[in-house]
């Protein structure tokens, strides 16, 4: 006879998303082990209700406040409650019907949604890696209580699997790697006159525009270091990164005996973000099969750390610790949004945040509070920064 098979309920923290839309692609895959049960965004009113009348969780939540009451209008009669702000984020991310939670929020808006998915002792599916870098040492204190952390991020998800089994007494480092993004090969001069287009053109990752403009940086690369430094308990000195223009090595362990361990397919975030609700099982089939013959070569180098300086910026806050990787967190988040803007250019990116990082004595980290704090100095001196329009 065969086993009946669990059906988990799902809460997606920015279901309208690129992460939240291709979670449900998972879910469509797999509709005898999903269940959705919460779905959340920031102000798109018109994905929301269509994925809510698609797949009627008993919760929604638009962390707009106008955005809430029109969706709330557009869904009377339905039974649908919708929630709204920050409190209703909260809420879709501790409800009681949610097994597990996929924060796939961008920016560090996700860090209270990640402690209350912790605090409510669920598993959590972590795609906003905003919320590692701004409060490692809380979301690691949570975890001490309850709940459990799958990582969504391809890297994470790749090192995670590596690790299935082994003693982490035995790794000696874990190396990320990176597609170099749409500038890998440029120089400085020529990265002084990208626009936000060239940025937004990721050559093997169709991504939101913030991490498609960190990817272009690499400080996505520097967010994802500080990740693995809380994730998997390794020390940044043990921590390097490999360019790999093709994406497909999504990462590797490399063990004391000399053995390297990695996980390999073609780029597709449905893989990890399905491992990350499927663990431990697997569930197949695959959306994509990857044929290593017709790939045919794999190229790995160096990562070109003086013309991308936004990866060495990630290294020096995660070594000085405490509140200084939320102050680079929130620097960045402000100086991208900038450029999004046009209102900075591509390198003034890093300029901002070496600044903030140079004007920043950090302090531990006891409570959200310091954190909050600390993001908000960053905030308003990267603000001055923009505005003052000399930077670099
Ligand atoms: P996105 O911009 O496409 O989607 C973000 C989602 O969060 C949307 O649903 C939006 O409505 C919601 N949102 C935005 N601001 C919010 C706020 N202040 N409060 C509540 N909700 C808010 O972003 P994405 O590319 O899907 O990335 C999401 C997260 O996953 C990021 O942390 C990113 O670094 C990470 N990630 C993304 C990818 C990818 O392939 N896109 C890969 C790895 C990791
Ligand atoms: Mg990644």
Redesign the pocket.
């Known amino acids: 006879m065969a086993a009946c098979k669990e059906t988990r309920g799902l809460a997606v ?8 839309t ?1 979670a449900l692609e998972v879910v469509d895959a797999h509709p005898d082990r999903l269940r959705v049960v919460a779905l ?5 009113v018109d994905l929301l209700e269509s994925q809510a009348r698609r797949y009627r969780p008993p919760l929604v939540c638009m ?1 707009d406040a106008a955005a809430a009451g029109e969706l709330s209008r557009r869904l009377e009669g339905t039974g649908i409650e919708v929630a709204a702000g ?1 409190d209703g ?1 909260l809420e879709a991310a501790a409800y009681p019907l949610a097994d597990t939670v996929l924060n ?4 560090s ?2 860090l209270p949604p990640t402690l209350a998915a912790l605090g409510a002792g669920k598993r959590l599916a972590l ?4 919320s590692m870098v701004a409060g490692g040492e809380l979301v690691l204190s949570a975890l001490r209580t309850g709940g459990e952390l799958i990582p ?3 890297e994470h998800g790749a090192i995670f699997h590596c690790l299935r089994g082994e003693d982490v007494n035995d790794v000696e480092a874990v190396i990320l790697t990176a597609s170099g993004g749409p500038f890998y090969g440029r120089s400085r001069e020529e990265l002084a006159e990208v626009t936000v287009e060239d940025a937004l053109a990721h050559p093997t ?8 403009v ?1 990817s272009a940086t690499l400080m ?1 690369k520097g ?1 994802e270091v500080i990740e693995a430094h809380f994730l998997f308990a390794v020390p940044y000195e043990r921590i390097k990164v490999l360019a790999h223009p093709q994406s497909v090595v999504h990462s590797l362990v490399e063990f004391k005996d000399g053995s390297l361990a990695a996980q390999l397919s073609v780029p597709d ?1 449905r893989l ?1 973000i399905a491992l990350a609700l499927s663990y431990p099982e697997r569930w197949g089939p695959p959306f994509l099969r990857t044929d290593l013959a017709k790939l045919g070569g794999l190229s790995f180098a160096a990562v070109d750390v003086e013309t991308f300086g936004c990866l060495e910026l990630a290294y020096r806050a995660g070594k000085e610790g405490g509140t200084a990787t939320a102050v680079l967190n929130a620097a960045n988040e402000v100086a991208v949004e900038a450029f999004l803007q046009r209102r900075i250019a591509f390198l003034e990116i890093e300029g901002i945040i070496r600044k903030a990082l140079d004007a920043y004595r950090p302090s531990p980290v006891r409570c959200l509070d310091d954190v909050l704090a600390a993001e908000e100095w960053a905030r308003a001196k990267a603000a001055r920064l923009v505005d003052s329009g000399r930077v670099c």
């Open positions: 923290l920015g279901s309208t998303g690129s992460i939240g291709q959340t965004a920031q102000r798109n962390a920050p984020l796939a929020i961008v920016g808006a996700g795609a906003n890696k905003e969504v991020d391809s990752w169709s991504m939101g525009r913030k991490i498609s960190d996505n967010l975030m990890p």
